[in-house]
């Protein structure tokens, strides 16, 4: 019925078909920059501010309309109807992996990540319930971005668990920062979602090219445990299901920086999926 979008670009991964995105709701898009409104989509109502001066008018308005329990009602049983799937069995998935960092850490965690797949994961599988924990790079897509990232959560909250949820290609971009984690000695985790791709093109590859694949396979990539000991960080490899949650709680019991390479199912996909030019209803949905 109606968006509020702060700051938002409304680039295509969230729109879709330009055209027919949400073709019956009011949008209501605040940012600082004028020229951005209505750049992509239309706008009902404009407003030009500082998102926080704006929202903090916005929000006790919305506040007086408190009673939205059968809403949430509505929300939880769409949930229940329609899950997360991913099919179990077999080789390691990722999907499994990024549910028992949320079991290991209670929920508690920081959670940074990469571009690509491993950022989906991260986003679909771990349970975020408080603000600033869920640190990525939505919408310029930098690979590389997770590992600085997560040194500086770390360091921005010393108390924290911070793991940096990462692919083998993603994390390559900027591993050379295991010399400031270790040098400063910041126990940041990274849990690296290691398929031998670089998993989104491949994805998109498989799904449009016919699994005609090019310059996406890295299967021989580095030895990370050994690049961990390099530095002089830890490095655990994980090849099993049940070998998982030992590696995690291991990880955690270390006082420094960890590299946990966990070798998952090589074409796992990443769900849903929506092909480029088409509208959001028109998504790939994987599993019945």
Not at 86 to 110: F, M, N, W
Not at 171 to 198: C, D, H, R, S, W
Not at 281 to 286: D, L, N, Y
Request: glycine fraction near 8%.
């Amino acid at each position: 019925d109606l968006i509020i979008a702060a700051g938002a670009r409304f680039d295509d991964r969230i729109t879709g078909n330009v055209s027919e995105f949400a073709p019956y709701a009011k949008i209501i898009h605040l940012d600082i920059d004028p020229t951005v409104i209505s750049k992509s989509v239309r706008v009902d109502i404009p407003i030009v501010g500082d998102a926080k001066n704006i929202l903090s008018q916005l929000i006790p308005l919305i506040e007086k309309k408190r009673k939205r329990e059968a809403w949430h009602a509505r929300i939880k049983e769409w949930k229940d109807k329609y899950p997360l799937k991913y099919q179990r069995g077999g080789d390691l998935k990722p999907q499994y992996v990024v549910e028992k960092i949320d079991e290991v850490t209670k929920g508690e965690a920081i959670i940074a990540t990469e571009v690509g797949q491993n950022q989906m994961w991260a986003a679909q599988f771990y349970q975020y319930t408080k603000p600033r924990t869920f640190i990525s790079s939505g919408g310029l897509g930098t690979m590389g971005y997770g590992f600085p990232a997560s040194i500086g959560a770390q360091i921005g909250c010393p108390d924290k668990v911070v793991f940096d949820i990462a692919g083998d290609g993603s994390f390559q971009m900027n591993i050379q920062e295991l010399a400031t984690a270790v040098n400063y000695k910041i126990p940041v985790k990274i849990a690296i979602l290691n398929n031998g791709y670089l998993g989104m093109v491949r994805q998109w590859q498989e799904f449009f090219s016919h699994h005609r694949y090019s310059q996406v396979d890295i299967e021989k990539g580095p030895d990370f445990v050994k690049v961990a000991m390099a530095y002089g960080a830890e490095g655990i490899r994980v090849d099993k299901t049940e070998e998982v949650e030992p590696a995690l709680k291991k990880a955690l019991d270390i006082p420094g920086p960890v590299i946990i390479d966990f070798r998952v199912s090589r074409e796992e996909n990443v769900y849903p999926m929506v092909p480029a030019g088409v509208a959001l209803t028109q998504m790939i949905e994987g599993l019945a």
